[in-house]
């Protein structure tokens, strides 16, 4: 196994463990991750992992960026994808954000049945949407993170999933 999947296989599981127990993914962990992948891939790669290791950060961060600007997830969130994108560069990036989404759209659904919020759940994306047509793509204050009444999701879970898929099919 590469160095880098080891690194985003362990910050991946260490932000999850962080993320399940507080809600949160601390910023020394994210920048942490992303500044030794920047350094691990100039080492090995030279200018072309430079430019590897910042277009993987731009896409890991870009994945998440319209949901966590829409209120829908937290900033630690878009800057673990970031750092994972970092280690993996550009196109692997892709490939962790398209399996992400893949996860999450899973472990959200298992998550509102377990906890009794699917229907209702359900009901907002359908307000939600009506909500965009009518006023434009924005968030809407009732159903943000900050705001919102439903059961939280520790978002990592997903980019754990997301990476260890990653890893084994890439």
């Not at 990036?93 to 989404?101: H, K, N, V």
Request: hydrophobic share 60%; aromatic share 10%.
């Amino acid at each position: 196994m590469a160095i880098n999947h080891v690194a985003v296989l362990l910050v991946a599981a260490i932000a999850c463990v962080w993320d399940v127990r507080t809600r949160r993914i601390p910023n020394i962990l994210t920048f942490g991750a992303a500044g030794a992948a920047l350094l691990f891939q100039i080492a090995t790669g030279g200018t072309d992992g430079a430019m590897s290791s910042a277009g993987g950060w731009l896409v890991g961060a870009g994945a998440l960026f319209v949901a966590y600007a829409l209120g829908g997830m937290g900033a630690g969130d878009v800057k673990l994808l970031a750092a994972l994108g970092a280690w993996l560069g550009p196109r692997e990036a892709l490939w962790l954000a398209l399996y992400t989404g893949v996860a999450g759209g899973l472990i959200a659904l298992l998550w509102a049945t377990v906890h009794g919020y699917l229907i209702q759940a359900v009901r907002n994306l359908w307000v939600l949407l009506g909500y965009w047509r009518l006023a434009g793509i924005r968030p809407m204050a009732e159903l943000t993170l900050a705001t919102g009444k439903g059961p939280r999701l520790a978002y990592a879970t997903s980019i754990l999933a997301g990476t260890v898929a990653t890893v084994w099919l890439r």
